[in-house]
């Protein structure tokens, strides 16, 4: 079956920096576009970055020019460099693999907390 495990998740100071990965089994990695989401409690999960199969990538403006998505076709991993991290970016952060309506997967989260 299709699995998502992200991890790199942690706490760190506003201003720093985390890398989240999240490795993907059981798809064909290299045909879905795959998105990190995120999440704060009371509120719906929002699209943070995404990354096709051609490697276009997409981003929510509060995050341009902090965070790059990239993407690793033979490991089937995709990752998000986060950088300048501020406290506003605490969220659960999800990765999603996405090719149809039918092919639609979430991982379970990773907790990312930045401190002011």
């Known amino acids: 079956q299709v699995q998502l495990v992200e991890s790199g998740g942690g706490l760190v100071q506003a201003g720093g920096s985390l890398r989240l990965s999240c490795a993907a089994s059981?798809?064909?990695?290299?045909?879905?576009?795959m998105g990190w989401y995120r999440q704060t409690p009371g509120n719906q999960r929002q699209l943070v970055a995404a990354?096709?199969?051609?490697?276009?990538?997409n981003y929510v403006d509060s995050v341009k020019g902090r965070f790059t998505v990239s993407r690793d076709n033979v490991k089937n991993t995709v990752y998000l460099q986060m950088d300048s991290l501020k406290p506003e970016d605490t969220a659960v952060y999800y990765c999603?693999?996405?090719?149809?309506?039918?092919?639609?997967?979430w991982g379970q989260g990773t907790q990312v907390t930045v401190s002011s």
């Open positions: 990354i096709t199969p051609a490697r276009f990538s």
């Open positions: 059981g798809l064909w990695f290299s045909l879905y576009t």
């Open positions: 999603n693999a996405r090719k149809s309506q039918s092919n639609d997967y």
